[in-house]
């Protein structure tokens, strides 16, 4: 166990998400709602970049998945039919004495956990959020809050499958909201009752299945690393035979090395040809497909590959955060993949001088347009630095008084708060390549042809 990762409690992500705007307790002036939590302005940005760059990866970069965004509420058949209504529950007991709620199978011994107090025998509890559509409150009219955003795909299955003409293997994407009155939450915004997932319908042939399989649990894997995830904080964990659903041939889950240990951040699961022939049984509606090459009818086998977006942001905020020592002083600071970086660049004028603030402005308008780009004036430089420092902020651009002289800037970098000056006309295509993930050198390769132009 990396003894270094411990050193990150949960408590100074939490209090850092506060105090740089990235998540807030919910409806926090009334006291909070519990495991509710909203992202702030930083948060959103963050959390918009890793959808984004999932999207890209899964559809956009590819031409065998496409994406679509199914409603949250959907026909309560499908919830019979996947199977939800009948066992999508929780064995829940109640302390007689306190009245709290517990989850069975997570209980160690006998009694209450928190007054020791004696438990009700367990019943089990649905976790599908119920409501009524329509002004009438009987059964008839009963929905549900989806719980995975997976049955939206599979009810569309054939409607993608035709409007796009796609062959197998072929893939359906959606990012969405999901809905689980879960009976036990907590870890900050690692198990709430309201997420977002991303998820992928991979569908295949069905003796090509352990091999799409395979690929799917590395691509998904690679694509923490590739966003800067440290390897030794993420494993792969086979499911054994007893934790598989009964349908399922085989899951990974993908794990990250959280502050409060190894918990699942994403699930890999063979799905065998369950969901489609479930709905196909419950609605009626053939899905089965036409193999062309082989004139063979089949149900095709799928591939999930299924991560929650909240989980993801908080092992991205947990994995790039670092302190470490600036002028004497400790400087905390998110090491985030600019990819992921909420705000790319950072505007600062040395001071408020009225002298500097045309250029500053200039600036900040010019790099604006090219970037998601933060202008500060307020406080001394250095406070200024450390708050982009703790924001994640890959670039800090200072205009200064010689850069009215010689039109010169300075990018000052988060990581190692190197420093470079380069004329303001390279600005943009500089932070461009610096944000591509070119290397940052105090030798820049511009100033031979910079002093050029200044002797012409
Ligand atoms: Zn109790």
Same mark, same amino acid.
């Given at each position: 166990?990396?003894?270094?990762?411990?050193?990150?409690?949960?408590?100074?992500?939490?209090?850092?998400?506060?105090?740089?705007?990235?998540?807030?307790?919910?409806?926090?002036?009334?006291?909070?709602?519990?495991?509710?939590?909203?992202?702030?302005?930083?948060?959103?940005?963050?959390?918009?970049?890793?959808?984004?760059?999932?999207?890209?990866?899964?559809?956009?970069?590819?031409?065998?998945?496409?994406?679509?965004?199914?409603?949250?509420?959907?026909?309560?058949?499908?919830?019979?039919?996947?199977?939800?209504?009948?066992?999508?529950?929780?064995?829940?007991?109640?302390?007689?004495?306190?009245?709290?709620?517990?989850?069975?199978?997570?209980?160690?011994?006998?009694?209450?956990?928190?007054?020791?107090?004696?438990?009700?025998?367990?019943?089990?509890?649905?976790?599908?959020?119920?409501?009524?559509?329509?002004?009438?409150?009987?059964?008839?009219?009963?929905?549900?809050?989806?719980?995975?955003?997976?049955?939206?795909?599979?009810?569309?299955?054939?409607?993608?499958?035709?409007?796009?003409?796609?062959?197998?293997?072929?893939?359906?994407?959606?990012?969405?909201?999901?809905?689980?009155?879960?009976?036990?939450?907590?870890?900050?915004?690692?198990?709430?009752?309201?997420?977002?997932?991303?998820?992928?319908?991979?569908?295949?042939?069905?003796?090509?299945?352990?091999?799409?399989?395979?690929?799917?649990?590395?691509?998904?894997?690679?694509?923490?690393?590739?966003?800067?995830?440290?390897?030794?904080?993420?494993?792969?964990?086979?499911?054994?035979?007893?934790?598989?659903?009964?349908?399922?041939?085989?899951? &990974?889950? @993908? =794990?990250?090395?959280?502050?409060?240990?190894? $918990?699942? !951040?994403?699930?890999?699961?063979?799905?065998? *040809?369950? #969901?489609?022939?479930?709905?196909?049984?419950?609605?009626?509606?053939?899905?089965?497909?036409?193999?062309?090459?082989?004139?063979?009818?089949?149900?095709? &086998?799928? @591939? =999930?590959?299924?991560?929650?977006?909240?989980? $993801?942001? !908080?092992?991205?905020?947990?994995?790039?955060? *670092?302190? #470490?020592?600036?002028?004497?002083?400790?400087?905390?600071?998110?090491?985030?993949?600019?990819?992921?970086?909420?705000?790319?660049?950072?505007?600062?004028?040395?001071?408020?001088?009225?002298?500097?603030?045309?250029?500053?402005?200039?600036?900040?308008?010019?790099?604006?347009?090219?970037?998601?780009?933060?202008?500060?004036?307020?406080?001394?430089?250095?406070?200024?630095?450390?708050?982009?420092?703790?924001?994640?902020?890959?670039?800090?651009?200072?205009?200064?008084?010689?850069?009215?002289?010689?039109?010169?800037?300075?990018?000052?970098?988060?990581?190692?708060?190197?420093?470079?000056?380069?004329?303001?006309?390279?600005?943009?295509?500089?932070?461009?390549?610096?944000?591509?993930?070119?290397?940052?050198?105090?030798?820049?390769?511009?100033?031979?042809?910079?002093?050029?132009?200044?002797?012409?």
């Amino acid at each position: 166990m990396p003894e270094e990762k411990r050193k990150v409690d949960m408590d100074k992500i939490v209090s850092l998400c506060k105090r740089r705007g990235f998540i807030f307790p919910s409806s926090e002036i009334y006291g909070g709602l519990n495991s509710c939590w909203d992202y702030g302005p930083l948060g959103v940005e963050l959390k918009r970049n890793v959808r984004d760059a999932w999207w890209r990866a899964v559809v956009q970069e590819r031409d065998d998945v496409v994406g679509i965004d199914a409603s949250i509420m959907m026909h309560p058949q499908a919830w019979v039919a996947s199977g939800h209504v009948e066992g999508f529950s929780d064995p829940l007991v109640e302390c007689k004495n306190c009245h709290l709620r517990w989850r069975a199978d997570q209980l160690s011994g006998e009694k209450c956990p928190d007054c020791d107090g004696e438990l009700t025998e367990p019943k089990m509890f649905n976790l599908m959020f119920k409501t009524f559509m329509g002004p009438v409150e009987d059964n008839a009219n009963v929905v549900y809050l989806r719980p995975e955003t997976a049955q939206g795909i599979f009810v569309n299955f054939e409607n993608v499958r035709s409007t796009m003409r796609k062959k197998l293997p072929f893939g359906i994407a959606q990012i969405g909201k999901s809905f689980r009155n879960e009976i036990t939450t907590g870890n900050f915004i690692f198990r709430t009752r309201e997420f977002e997932q991303m998820e992928i319908e991979y569908f295949v042939k069905p003796d090509t299945d352990d091999e799409w399989f395979n690929y799917w649990v590395k691509e998904r894997f690679n694509w923490y690393l590739k966003l800067g995830i440290k390897k030794e904080n993420l494993r792969l964990r086979r499911h054994g035979k007893e934790e598989l659903a009964h349908y399922a041939k085989d899951c &990974y889950d @993908i =794990e990250y090395l959280f502050p409060m240990g190894w $918990s699942e !951040l994403e699930g890999v699961a063979n799905r065998g *040809d369950f #969901d489609l022939a479930q709905h196909a049984k419950h609605s009626g509606k053939g899905l089965d497909y036409f193999d062309e090459e082989t004139n063979e009818r089949y149900v095709p &086998y799928v @591939i =999930e590959p299924s991560a929650g977006v909240d989980r $993801s942001v !908080l092992a991205f905020l947990v994995d790039s955060y *670092d302190e #470490d020592i600036a002028e004497g002083e400790t400087r905390v600071v998110l090491r985030l993949h600019p990819a992921l970086a909420p705000i790319k660049v950072a505007v600062l004028p040395l001071s408020r001088n009225e002298k500097l603030v045309p250029m500053a402005r200039e600036v900040y308008t010019e790099v604006h347009r090219h970037f998601m780009t933060q202008y500060d004036d307020a406080q001394s430089i250095g406070r200024r630095y450390r708050r982009q420092d703790e924001a994640g902020t890959p670039f800090c651009v200072t205009i200064d008084f010689q850069s009215l002289e010689d039109k010169q800037v300075t990018i000052r970098e988060r990581d190692g708060m190197a420093q470079i000056r380069l004329p303001l006309r390279d600005l943009v295509s500089t932070l461009q390549a610096k944000l591509s993930g070119e290397a940052f050198t105090t030798q820049p390769t511009w100033s031979a042809k910079a002093v050029g132009t200044r002797e012409d």
